[in-house]
Nanobody, 125 residues
Framework: QVQLVESGGGLVQGGDSVRLSCAAS????????IGWFRQAPGKERESVGT????????YYIDSVKGRCTISRDNAKNTVYLQMSNLQPEDTAIYFC??????????????????WGQGTQVTVSS
C-alpha cells in the first residue's frame, strides 16, 4: 500500500511553467506505475501521462506532448510532472495515481489503485 501526496500547484500566469510533485507519504512508490490526471471544473478526470516504475516507458496524451515531462526519482520516492507554456485550459486539479503494473490502457482511472488528494493549478490569462 502507498499513500500519495501531490504538491507544487498554485496560481500561475499564462505561458509560465510549473513542476508538480507526487510523493509517497506512506510506503514506497518505486515499484509502481504512476499516472498523472487532471480534472477541470465541470469536466471528467482525464489522463495527462503515465510513467512506469523505472522511467523507461512514458506515455503522454496528445494535447500535452511537447509541453509536459514526467520523470521520477525513486531514491526520493517522488514522481514529477513538469508543464510548460501553461494555458488557461490547463486549469484543473492535478492528481497522481499508482498502479501495480503498466495498465492495458493507462488513460483509464479504473486501472489505478491508489490516488492522491490533488493539487490545484490555476492559469490566468
Amino acid at each position: 500500500q502507498v499513500q500519495l501526496v501531490e504538491s507544487g500547484g498554485g496560481l500561475v500566469q499564462g505561458g509560465d511553467s510549473v513542476r508538480l510533485s507526487c510523493a509517497a507519504s506512506r510506503g514506497s512508490l518505486r515499484l509502481y506505475t504512476i499516472g498523472w490526471f487532471r480534472q477541470a471544473p465541470g469536466k471528467e478526470r482525464e489522463s495527462v501521462g503515465t510513467i512506469n516504475w523505472n522511467g523507461e516507458n512514458i506515455y503522454y496524451i496528445d494535447s500535452v506532448k511537447g509541453r509536459c515531462t514526467i520523470s521520477r526519482d525513486n531514491a526520493k520516492n517522488t514522481v514529477y510532472l513538469q508543464m510548460s507554456n501553461l494555458q488557461p485550459e490547463d486549469t484543473a486539479i492535478y492528481f497522481c495515481a499508482a498502479a501495480t503494473r503498466w495498465p492495458n490502457d493507462p488513460t483509464l482511472t479504473d486501472n489505478y489503485r491508489y490516488w492522491g488528494q490533488g493539487t490545484q493549478v490555476t492559469v490566468s490569462s
